[in-house]
């Protein structure tokens, strides 16, 4: 019985110790002699991004890129260095070669500006709609969503995020005035006095 | 006197009848308890078996119900812990060092630094920490376990702990150049650029050579907001005209 006992609570204590713990942090990569120039010069590379000094940026990012060519995180902070350096269709091509599932929601955002800045709406459509996956919340880019569907005669779909922007800022009078301008491109003028109305507090 | 021989018989039946029950306890206790008993050396042999052939589920599996069994004896820990770390099983390497040091025998501190690797990589950092201290409190650990406990110290936020850790080894290997950038690094993790550049310059004037000093001093530099200086010292090092 007593064996019985002892087994039953070693058993207990030892299901009690495998039970799984907190996740912990991610630790920096060590300084050690054999440290692969790569790894410096991505170091490099971020140091430069931080000094604004962009151009040299992208050059040590794409360096990094020929010893590391499969490093899609690399070739998004590349892109990113190339459009502050001022080369956007650059960045806009290494944007391209970059695998949709490695751009975070900064690099779709980049993106949309970059098809904007080019005036290639509908590739900036599809940019805002995936960083808006990501970011639901972001008003400013809802509203960029919002005009350029409207600039691209897309007005229902305009509508329908200038309406969801309203709903989380009702009282922003200048995006209730653009709400009332794509309602007239829409014929729906009766809709856009009403709303140009409550824009003056009537 | 014949009541008292009849009570005193009586007694003496109640003994024995009691003795009986017990023996009979005892040999019943152990009749369900020897198959068990049995069952963790061949449940252990079994992995070894199945972990030779490529079938790690069933090996894992296996060391399991070993465990779920509980009482592993000390004698069979040190075969299970070997199994647990080539099957890359934590939580069971790090079980059978525990119950090994408990039992006072100092595990080797390779394999309690493949345990803590495999509990680190796992997401479980502080057992992993906890494990390197207790084998550290046995005795010293190597270089390669000594940073990796420095490493989870310092995740931690006890900076000091590790800077203690990291002079205890370097008073066995004063030029070991990954014990010097660590210990240099800590202080930028204390928010310390100044020191941690102090740090790196000794080391760079100690191991000149070291390409580990300078990335620590390029790294303090630019923690300290001296970003000219860093850029300067990553291009020395990438060997690229500054």
């Known amino acids: 019985m007593l064996a019985i006992l002892l087994l039953a609570h070693g058993g207990a204590a030892l299901a009690q110790a495998i039970s799984p713990a907190p996740t912990g942090a991610t630790a920096p990569s060590p300084a050690r002699d054999d440290i692969a120039d790569w790894q410096v010069r991505l170091e490099l590379a971020k140091l430069l991004t931080e000094s604004g000094r962009h151009a040299e940026a992208a050059e040590q990012y794409r360096r990094v890129l020929q010893d590391r060519p499969n490093e ?131 | 006197m014949g009541h008292d021989a009849s009570r005193m018989q009586n007694g003496k039946i109640r003994q024995l009848a009691a003795f009986l029950f017990l023996s009979v306890a005892v040999v019943a206790a152990c009749l369900v308890a020897y198959p068990h008993i049995r069952r963790v050396p061949l449940l252990i042999a079994t992995s070894d078996r199945l972990l030779s052939q490529g079938e790690i589920a069933n090996a894992l599996e296996a060391l399991r119900q070993a465990m779920a069994l509980g009482g592993v004896p000390v004698s069979k820990a040190d075969a299970m812990l070997e199994v647990a770390l080539k099957a890359g099983e934590g939580h069971i390497a790090e079980q059978m060092a525990l119950l090994l040091m408990d039992k006072g025998r100092v595990v080797d501190s390779g394999r309690v630094g493949r345990t803590a690797g495999l509990l680190d990589a796992a997401g479980n950092p502080d057992a992993a920490r906890d494990l390197l201290e207790r084998r550290r409190g046995m005795g010293p650990l190597n270089k390669r376990e000594a940073l990796h406990l420095g490493d989870l110290l310092r995740r931690t936020g006890r900076y000091d702990a590790a800077l203690a850790l990291y002079d205890e080894t370097l008073a066995a290997n004063p030029d070991d150049t990954a014990v010097l950038a660590d210990r240099a690094e800590t202080y930028l993790w204390m928010a310390r650029p100044t020191e941690a550049e102090k740090a790196a310059r000794e080391m760079l004037a100690r191991t000149p050579g070291s390409r580990a000093a300078r990335v620590v001093l390029a790294r303090a530099l630019a923690a300290g907001g001296k970003s000219k200086a860093a850029i300067v010292e990553y291009k020395k090092l990438l060997g690229d005209t500054p």
Do not use: C, M
């Open chain 1, 72 to 202: 899609p995180q690399v070739r998004a902070k590349l892109a990113r260095a190339l459009f502050w350096s001022g080369k956007r269709d650059e960045a806009a091509a290494e944007l391209a070669r970059t695998p949709a599932s490695a751009l975070s929601a900064e690099d779709r955002l980049l993106q949309a500006e970059i098809h904007l800045a080019a005036g290639r709406h509908e590739q900036a459509i599809d940019a805002l709609r995936a960083y808006l996956a990501l970011r639901p919340a972001d008003l400013k880019a809802r509203l960029k969503l919002a005009d350029v569907l409207s600039w691209r005669k897309r007005l229902d779909e305009s509508l329908a995020e200038y309406e969801k922007v309203l709903a989380a800022a009702p009282d922003d009078r200048q995006v209730r005035r653009r709400y009332a301008r794509v309602l007239t491109w829409a014929g729906r003028n009766a809709d856009a006095i009403s709303e140009l109305r409550k824009s003056l507090g009537q």
